[in-house]
């Protein structure tokens, strides 16, 4: 049970990377977990739920992080950090800087990424569902087979931003940099790019049913094997290339205007 309660520590202090006084902190805290697991074990608890119990009482690492001195903390948690295969679900990762790490096959749900410099980062098969991306830093981040649905990418930088085989039911992008973005073989039915500016965006191969563009300004964006004759173009302004393979796919071009 000591190195079940050791890697339960090791995960929560994951996205903090290593800091001063990481080695000193998780001892200490690694005792006391052990010390009430022991508590509770004595009461009779089974070892399940002398776990759960000792586990749930551990509180929040970011409040635990605050009273520390942590300004390399934040740095050091960064650049390649491997932190695949993690279970994270809920975790506070605002304002953080994580350039090209790699949280392959992990559990995100309900993260909070807000404000974060994400850029090079890997979400390979992650579950991020309900997640917050809100004004962080998407630059050159690949989400590839993950499950997007209920996240927040407003304000978000997503230039060169991949999202390949993934699920974005009600995903919101509203106010994101759209630059050189690349949805593949995504579900985007009844997202909304409403009023967005959509720069050299490819939609390849994706669901665009009752998808909105409306007022949008569209330039050197592509829909190559995407269905857009449900999509909403309604008032969107758009550049004669655009326009023109749009209405080759037969979309609907209501009130358009060509730059």
């Not at 929560?12 to 697991?37: Q, S």
């Not at 948690?77 to 304002?95: C, E, H, I, Q, V």
């Not at 991949?162 to 039915?189: I, M, P």
């Amino acid at each position: 049970m000591e190195k079940k309660l050791q890697e339960f520590i090791e995960n929560a202090f994951a996205p903090y990377g290593d800091f001063p006084a990481r080695a000193d902190v998780t001892k200490e805290l690694h005792a006391n977990l052990l010390e009430k697991y022991n508590d509770l074990k004595a009461e009779g608890k089974s070892d399940e739920d002398a776990f759960k119990q000792t586990t749930d009482s551990f509180g929040d690492v970011a409040e635990i992080m605050e009273q520390l001195d942590h300004s390399e903390a934040r740095e050091s948690a960064n650049t390649n950090a491997r932190l695949n295969y993690s279970a994270l679900a809920g975790s506070d990762l605002a304002g953080i800087e994580l350039t090209n790490a790699d949280f392959t096959s992990s559990d995100l749900r309900g993260s909070v990424f807000d404000g974060s410099n994400l850029t090079g980062t890997k979400f390979k098969s992650a579950a991020l569902k309900d997640s917050s991306f809100v004004k962080a830093d998407l630059t050159d981040v690949l989400f590839s087979s993950a499950d997007l649905q209920n996240v927040t990418f407003e304000g978000a930088t997503m230039d060169g931003t991949t999202l390949k085989s993934c699920s974005l039911k009600s995903a919101r992008f509203t106010g994101a940099t759209l630059v050189n973005t690349v949805f593949g073989r995504s579900d985007l039915e009844g997202l909304v790019f409403d009023g967005m500016s959509i720069d050299g965006v490819k939609f390849e191969g994706s669901s665009l049913k009752n998808t909105s563009f409306k007022g949008a300004t569209l330039k050197n964006v592509s829909f190559h094997h995407s269905a857009v004759k449900h999509a909403i173009f309604d008032g969107a302004s758009m550049d004669k290339v655009t326009y023109a393979v749009l209405k080759g796919a037969k979309a609907t071009l209501n009130d358009v205007i060509i730059l």
